[in-house]
């Protein structure tokens, strides 16, 4: 069989293909993207960004009551937004297969949270896979399928950012085609309401327990026996990889299935060891739901509850018991690095926004998405940053409590475009009417940005086969009741200066619309700027914009350090020319 080197996303998309999924649906977010990037490249399968998560896992319910096999991904915290409906379709009984695949972000890479989705799985009664390698997240995608259509559930895979983003060689197979009949009515089946959906409840738990014994003898679950250890190691995940990496004096029992565990294969094999420990990231998952079975085991008191598991945090950890010999580390006679936190590209049109609001020392209420790093120096602009669309409830909040203590100073939120049809619209909703002093700005930069670019309600475009008109914001608000909107340009600098400015005093609801699109997916670039240094007074006006491409430099002949621009890197947005007091950022002429 043909070999192809696959991340772990990549090996989800072609597990889905082979075993011959029908439709997919997803909400981007890192590090799960690449998954219903590469099932697009399958004409076999619909594949859509649906508006959000919760709308996502409706699509792919609605195809797996048709009798498809669905798959729905997303990370950690996006179960967050599809649990309403999850918790409701665990007890349906699914027809067509159905895969939830959840990145979780252990280390926090790229997430406002650090949770642990292995308890979905226990509290909403369905399987829980885990691989460790591509090929394994390949073959579990066709397992947890056909475990969902025979017994009736949802199965969770669960992948980490290190799995998604690992690549290894991943042996290749053809599809295989299902025979899906469409949709067959069953009120008993899918109408949760009482009294079908008491019923379900025992239902529920019989197919966990049915599942549990299967899982004994499941070959994903392996044992790995070491001649003369005392010790039993029970590891999952990425995490088997780093514990085989350390080389422990141990045997080790490798679970691919972690909901239901194989608890009789574990209590038997616990058995023949002095000590049991368990390796695993994040909570104790495992080691709890172990010692409520009355069996011994110790696991956390030597890994972190917090932070991604490497091979070096295992080996220490290990080392405390005995089963690895501790090298002493030499110490590093280097500095320590200096601290380079991330930066709003060359030409980002969130750029001038926050610059003014700084200016402005507006009190800024923040939200997901890049313009989260304007919490960072130097513009330290937003002051909150909790979760997709709440900058809304929370100025809300936060205005009506500052009336009653007499402070009726204008308060401004910041939310982008995919944030605002992802979860922003009921806070809009809920903000109509109000007489507070409010300035929602939403910058529409046209795409998803922070995840890669990807399409969303704006750009109009959902899948590769669709291509409707984008929803224009101003056209949505008004519809709401919202009359007070105003589109920008934001490089228009001193335009949107006022225009914000006299936002921000107005009484009552205003919304600013900043529509320049994303410079990077739209790979936008416009003539270069360069500093005259005969002309710059090295007042770091520029420097305060936060451009990449600016910095300061010495110039031949002049004493003091004056602005430069790196020509490469600048896209011409004029932003620092227009900030500049004395007119020394200038636009080189075409023929230069």
Same mark, same amino acid.
């Given at each position: ?5 696959? *991340? ?7 597990? %889905? @293909?082979?075993?011959? $999924?029908?439709? !997919?649906?997803?909400? /981007? ?80 890479? *790229? ?7 292995? %308890? @979905?799985?226990?509290? $909403?009664?369905? !399987?829980?896979?885990? /691989? ?363 335009e949107t200066l006022n225009i914000i400015r006299e936002k921000i005093k107005r ?51 002049i004493e003091e350090k004056k602005s430069n621009i790196v020509r490469d890197m ?23």
């Open positions: 069989m043909a070999q192809k080197a696959l *991340s772990g996303n990549e090996a989800v998309a072609r597990g %889905f @293909w082979e075993a011959g $999924g029908r439709v !997919a649906a997803s909400y /981007p977010g890192s590090p799960t993207v690449e998954i219903l990037e590469t099932v697009a490249t399958y004409p076999e399968i619909y594949a859509e960004w649906s508006v959000n998560e919760k709308v996502a896992l409706e699509v792919a319910m609605g195809a797996s009551f048709a009798g498809g096999r669905t798959l729905v991904s997303m990370k950690h915290v996006g179960i967050n937004i599809a649990s309403d409906p999850l918790m409701t379709f665990t007890q349906s009984r699914t027809n067509g297969g159905f895969l939830l695949v959840v990145g979780d972000d252990p280390g926090l890479t *790229s997430s406002q949270n650090e949770q642990d989705s292995r %308890f @979905w799985a226990k509290y $909403g009664n369905m !399987a829980l896979l885990e /691989p460790s390698t591509p090929q394994e997240a390949k073959d579990f995608v066709k397992l947890g399928l056909a475990i969902s259509e025979e017994y009736g559930m949802p199965v969770i895979l669960k992948l980490t950012t290190r799995l998604c983003h690992s690549k290894m060689a991943v042996t290749l197979e053809d599809r295989q085609e299902t025979s899906p009949e469409g949709f067959k009515e069953d009120q008993s089946r899918y109408c949760m309401l009482p009294p079908y959906a008491n019923e379900q409840q025992y239902f529920m738990q019989e197919r966990i327990e049915k599942l549990g014994e299967t899982a004994n003898a499941m070959e994903i679950n392996q044992y790995i026996p070491q001649e003369g250890a005392d010790t039993l190691l029970l590891t999952s995940s990425i995490s088997h990889n780093y514990v085989r990496e350390a080389g422990p004096k141990a045997s080790i029992f490798k679970l691919g299935m972690t909901w239901p565990l194989p608890i009789q294969k574990i209590k038997q094999l616990s058995s023949q060891y002095k000590r049991v420990i368990v390796v695993e990231e994040l909570m104790p998952f495992i080691e709890e739901a172990i010692k409520v079975q009355g069996l011994k085991v110790q696991g956390k008191e030597f890994f972190s509850f917090t932070g991604e598991l490497s091979t070096e945090v295992i080996y220490e950890g290990l080392a405390k018991v005995g089963l690895c010999k501790l090298v002493g580390k030499e110490e590093l006679a280097q500095m320590p690095a200096t601290k380079r936190p991330p930066l709003m590209c060359s030409g980002c049109p969130h750029r001038p926004v926050f610059h003014i609001l700084k200016r402005l020392k507006a009190t800024v209420i923040g939200d997901i998405g890049c313009y989260s790093l304007s919490i960072l120096p130097p513009f330290e602009a937003s002051k909150t940053n909790i979760s997709m669309g709440a900058s809304l409830g929370i100025v809300k909040g936060m205005s009506e409590l500052h009336h009653q203590l007499g402070n009726d100073k204008g308060l401004v939120a910041v939310i982008g475009d995919g944030t605002s049809f992802h979860s922003g619209m009921p806070g809009f909703l809920n903000l109509v009417g109000t007489e507070r002093n409010i300035t929602i700005i939403i910058l529409d930069n046209r795409t998803t940005a922070m995840t890669g670019g990807q399409n969303n309600l704006g750009t109009g475009v959902l899948n590769r086969d669709q291509d409707q008109k984008g929803l224009s914001f101003k056209t949505l608000l008004n519809a709401m009741g919202v009359e007070n909107v105003q589109e920008v340009d934001q490089f228009n600098y001193k009484p009552g609801l205003s919304v600013v619309i900043a529509t320049r699109p994303c410079a990077l997916n739209f790979k936008i670039r416009e003539q270069q700027f360069f500093v005259d240094p005969k002309i710059c007074i090295n007042c770091r006006s520029c420097i305060s914009v936060n451009c990449p491409p600016i910095h300061m430099k010495h110039y031949e002949g600048c896209l011409g947005c004029s932003v620092c020319s227009q900030v500049c007091p004395v007119g020394a950022i200038q636009r080189y002429r075409e023929e230069e």
